[in-house]
């Protein structure tokens, strides 16, 4: 998963479970550029295209990037998976056309499957139900994920600590590796 995002510049650092290195600031989102289906043949395909925030694939498949939020409950931070979410053809297209349309936050959600392995999880994050919640114009949708039992979806619904958000720095930093 390809890292990007903000750092809370704190000036804190902490030593690594995984390296027992110090790394200065905690990373407060991470995510990747394309759904997990995209691959670089698709590039020079005439009927698939990928920008920022929408991604078709061979004219059939398309998707919308977004945030799954989650609270982080001992300090005022909110921590963020960028991942993508597969849209029916209908619900891509109204996306599309409302992309800069100013109060498109009005918009009812639209079902959608998450389409970003998070390898931190078990089991995959691929397929998981979703509700995409379209945002001001300027930010990226609001994922929700189905109220299950899946780690994601619970850490989702009952928030993380500043230790997760430190443990999730680690695994996810030496994924990159």
Known sequence: MAR????????TSYEC???GERHEGIPFSYGTIAPAIWNDSLVDDGRSALTEDLCVIQGQHCFVRARIVIPVIDTDE????????SLSQTNFERTSDLWTTPGRE?????????????????PTTLGLRTRVH?????????????????????????????ARVQQIAEEVLHLQT
């Open 134 to 162: 379209t945002q001001p114009v300027g930010r990226r949708p609001v994922v929700e994920l189905e109220p299950t039992d899946h780690p994601l979806a619970v850490e989702q619904r009952t928030g993380i600590t500043m």
């Open 78 to 85: 909110e921590f963020d998976w960028g991942v993508w979410v």
């Open 17 to 19: 479970r995984c390296c």
């Open 106 to 122: 009005q918009e009812p959600p639209y079902f959608g499957w998450l389409s970003t392995e998070i390898p931190i999880y078990r």
């Open 4 to 11: 990007y995002g903000h750092l809370v510049d704190d000036g």
